[in-house]
C-alpha cells in the first residue's frame, strides 16, 4: 500500500475519468440535436470525437506538469482554452473522416465554428473544474483517513511501552544480564516502530522484525515457557501495508493464551499469498478463545482486536477481513489483506 505525499491530491483513475468525459459528450450531442437540426448519429460522433481529444489534451498534461497539488491557476486556464480549440478543430477533422463529410471543420461559416469553439472551452473548463473537485475530496478523505489510522497506531504502543519498563525495572536489581537483554530488544523494536508509524506505512518484513523484536523482549520475561517461530516467504517481504498490525495479534496470543497456561506454549506467526490477496496468520496453542469474545481487547484499555479491525476497515474497506478462530487448544488470528497482482 502506497501512500501520497500529505499535500498531494490523489489523482481520479484514468478509466473513471474517460467514463465521465463519455457521459458528458453523450449530453452535449443529445442536447445538440434537441435544438438543432443534425441527425443524433452526427452529433455523437462529433461531440465524443472532440471530447476525447479535449480530455487527452488537457488531463495529459495537467498530469505532467502538476504531477500533485493544485496546478497554477492562470497557466491551467490558457492551457484548457488552447487544447479545448485545438482538440475542437483536430475532433471536427476526425469525425468528418468517419462519417465521411469532407472539409470539417473549415467548411462550417465562421459564427458558427466560433460558437462551437466556445462551447468546446466551457464543456472543458466543466470538465476540468468536476475532476479538480473530485480529487479534492478524494485528498480530504485520504488525509482523514491517514489521520484516523495514526491515531489508532498511536494508542497501541503506550501501555506495551509501560509494561516493559515496570519489567526492566524488576529485572535491574535482581537479574541485570537479563535487563540488558531486554533493552536490547526494546531498542530494536523502537527503532522499527517509530520508522513505520513516521511514514504511514510498513513493509511486511519491517513488520515481522518488529514482531521478533517484540516476541523476544516476551521472552526474557517468560523464559523457556514461550516459544516462536516466524515464516515469511522472500517474496511477500516487500509488500506494503499498514504498520502494527501484527502486534495486537500476538499480544492477545501471548497475554490471554500462553500467559495464563503453566506450561507456557507456542506462537508461530506465518505469511502466505493467495490469489491477489496477503494471508498471515498468527496462531498458538494456549488456553484457547475460552470465554473471550472474538473482539476481546488486548488490554483494560479497550485496545486490541476492535483496534485491528477498525484500521483495516480505514485502510481497505470490505477488501481486508480478521477471522479469530478456536482450535481447541490454542486460537488462530487470520488477516487477509489485498496486495497487487
Known amino acids: ?10 489523482r481520479l483513475s484514468v478509466g473513471n475519468m474517460l467514463i465521465a468525459v463519455l457521459v458528458l459528450n453523450s449530453a452535449i450531442a443529445v442536447t445538440l440535436h434537441a435544438f438543432g437540426p443534425d441527425p443524433l448519429l452526427h452529433n455523437m460522433v462529433f461531440s465524443h470525437c472532440i471530447g476525447l481529444f479535449t480530455y487527452a489534451l488537457i488531463d495529459g498534461p495537467r498530469r505532467r506538469l502538476w ?3 493544485a496546478p497554477r491557476l492562470v497557466p491551467m486556464i490558457a492551457l484548457v482554452i ?26 462550417l461559416r465562421s459564427h ?9 472551452i466551457a464543456a472543458g473548463f466543466a470538465g476540468t473544474y468536476y475532476f479538480w473537485t473530485r480529487e479534492q475530496v478524494a485528498a480530504a478523505e485520504k488525509l482523514a483517513t491517514e489521520a484516523r489510522l495514526k491515531l489508532l497506531t498511536a494508542q497501541i504502543e503506550p501501555h506495551f511501552l509501560f509494561n516493559t ?3 526492566l525495572q524488576a529485572l535491574i536489581d535482581v537479574d541485570p544480564a537479563r535487563a540488558q537483554q531486554m533493552l536490547a530488544h526494546l531498542d530494536r523494536y523502537l527503532r522499527a516502530s517509530l520508522a513505520a508509524t513516521r ?11 518488529l514482531a521478533r523484536a517484540y516476541l523476544e523482549i516476551i521472552a526474557v520475561r517468560m523464559g523457556p515457557r514461550l516459544a516462536f517461530d516466524l515464516d515469511l516467504p522472500a517474496e511477500l517481504g516487500r509488500v506494503h501495508l499498514p504498520p502494527m498490525l501484527l502486534q495486537p495479534l ?6 490471554h493464551g500462553l500467559e495464563p497456561k503453566v506450561a507456557g506454549g507456542h506462537v508461530r506467526i506465518a505469511a502466505r499469498r493467495e490469489a491477489a490477496a496477503l494471508v498471515v496468520t498468527v496462531e498458538d496453542d494456549g488456553l484457547g478463545l475460552g470465554r473471550h469474545a472474538a473482539d476481546t481487547p488486548v488490554t483494560a484499555s479497550g485496545i486490541g482486536l476492535a483496534n485491528v479491525r477498525e484500521r483495516l476497515a480505514a ?27
Open 67 to 69: 504531477p500533485v497539488g
Open 199 to 209: 511514514s504511514g506505512e510498513t513493509r511486511l518484513a519491517d513488520e515481522f522484525a
Open 1 to 10: 500500500m502506497k501512500t501520497l505525499p500529505m499535500n498531494a491530491a490523489p
Open 250 to 255: 500476538i499480544e492477545n496470543a501471548i497475554r
Open 112 to 120: 458558427v465554428g466560433i460558437g462551437f469553439i466556445v462551447l468546446t
Open 315 to 341: 485502510a481497505f474497506g470490505k477488501q481486508a477481513a480478521l477471522v479469530l478462530e478456536s482450535q481447541g487448544s490454542g486460537t488462530r488470528a487470520t488477516l487477509r489483506l489485498p496486495v497487487p497482482t
Open 165 to 167: 519498563l515496570a519489567n
Open 82 to 107: 488552447v487544447a479545448a480549440t485545438m482538440a475542437w478543430v483536430l475532433g471536427s477533422m476526425l469525425g468528418g473522416w468517419i462519417l465521411g463529410i469532407p472539409g470539417q471543420p473549415f467548411a
